[in-house]
Nanobody, 122 residues
């Protein structure tokens, strides 16, 4: 069982930056692939980024590639999402998720956080 708590959301102007954090409970954090997802009002939840167990592999949605960076600190049970050059269309609730399987599939995550709101003003 993994419990996930996101933080770092807020209001930022277009072109600005934010860093989201996700704190995970438990002693097996390094055994999970971690991902970030987002859900905008009236839209389905979509994949944003994922990172492998050791942090050596990352995978991004095309819409954020080159602007967002996912990273993790296994010693601290933390995963981050650095978001640069934010756009109004990045406005959404951002969720952290964890899964046991070792692949880049986005539909088999086992655990989810409660989400943190990111609002980008134009």
């Amino acid at each position: 069982q993994v419990q996930l708590v996101e933080s770092g959301g807020g209001l930022v102007q277009a072109g600005g930056s934010l860093r989201l954090s996700c704190a995970a409970s438990g002693r097996t954090f390094s055994s999970y692939y971690m991902g970030w997802f987002r859900q905008a009002p009236g839209k389905e939840r979509e994949f944003v980024a994922a990172i492998s167990r050791g942090g050596g592999g990352t995978y991004y949605a095309d819409s954020v590639k080159g602007r967002f960076t996912i990273s993790r600190d296994n010693a601290k049970n933390l995963v981050y999402l650095r978001m640069n050059f934010l756009k109004p269309e990045d406005t959404a609730v951002y969720y952290c998720a964890a899964k046991r399987t070792s692949n880049w599939s986005s539909n088999d995550y086992d655990y989810w956080g409660q989400g943190t709101q990111v609002t980008v003003s134009s």
